[in-house]
T-cell receptor
Framework: KQEVTQIPAALSVPEGENLVLNCSFT??????LQWFRQDPGKGLTSLLL?????REQTSGRLNASLDKSSGRSTLYIAASQPGDSATYLC?????????????FGKGTKLSVKP | AAGVIQSPRHLIKEKRETATLKCYPI?????VYWYQQGPGQDPQFLIS???????DKGSIPDRFSAQQFSDYHSELNMSSLELGDSALYFC????????????FGQGTRLTVV
């Protein structure tokens, strides 16, 4: 059964710092991996989608990498800002379920201090 | 750009009552998924539909049912509500092709009292 783990569970950094969030998954047979942002009590905002055949995706200050063979993904946030404070979730879409049956990690709660 | 619309945004029900949550996918998205996120938990997949047919089923209780209609909107029906059903319920939609991005709605916060 696929399991997704995110480390650390919480992270606090000063504004302007570059940071890395980690995501690992136990079964490398995945279609894709998606990173989301969730503000408290709010919905999930899709940040980046990486297909299983891709190594990385970039969007603005965000860069996500995928190493399928080792079951790892990282989300790199450059020049962090207080507005980046949120919980970041990674989710995999694996061969065990249909498309859209995403398996989520428990998230990393990021706090960027001014 | 149009997003996934969920209604209502907030719902308060008493135990043993029934609730209906609605989801309107992004135009041209014919695949819809439902997720449940309990307090402090990660989202858990409940059920999905493709072209009005159930395509996959997750940890959805027997007290819950869902369907997708001809206009592709979906409804999640929840009966005999329990306190433990209090959660944020998300709907997501995507294009039918494999490996496409799932877009989530803002969720319906259900509180059972």
């Amino acid at each position: 059964k696929q399991e997704v783990t995110q480390i650390p569970a919480a992270l606090s950094v000063p504004e302007g710092e570059n940071l890395v969030l980690n995501c690992s998954f136990t079964d490398s047979a995945i279609y894709n991996l998606q990173w989301f942002r969730q503000d408290p009590g709010k919905g999930l905002t899709s940040l980046l989608l990486i297909q299983s055949s891709q190594r990385e995706q970039t969007s603005g200050r965000l860069n996500a990498s995928l190493d399928k063979s080792s079951g790892r993904s990282t989300l790199y946030i450059a020049a962090s800002q207080p507005g980046d404070s949120a919980t970041y979730l990674c989710a995999v879409n694996d061969y065990g379920g249909s498309q859209g049956n995403l398996i989520f990690g428990k998230g990393t709660k990021l706090s960027v201090k001014p | 750009a149009a997003g996934v619309i969920q209604s209502p945004r907030h719902l308060i029900k008493e135990k043993r009552e029934t609730a209906t949550l609605k989801c309107y996918p992004i135009p041209r998205h014919d695949t819809v998924y439902w997720y449940q996120q309990g307090p402090g938990q990660d989202p858990q997949f409940l059920i999905s539909f493709y072209e009005k047919m159930q395509s996959d089923k997750g940890s959805i209780p027997d007290r819950f049912s869902a369907q997708q209609f001809s206009d592709y909107h979906s409804e999640l029906n929840m009966s005999s509500l329990e306190l433990g059903d209090s959660a944020l319920y998300f709907c997501a939609s995507s294009l039918p092709e494999m490996n496409t991005e799932a877009f989530f709605g803002q969720g319906t916060r259900l509180t059972v009292v």
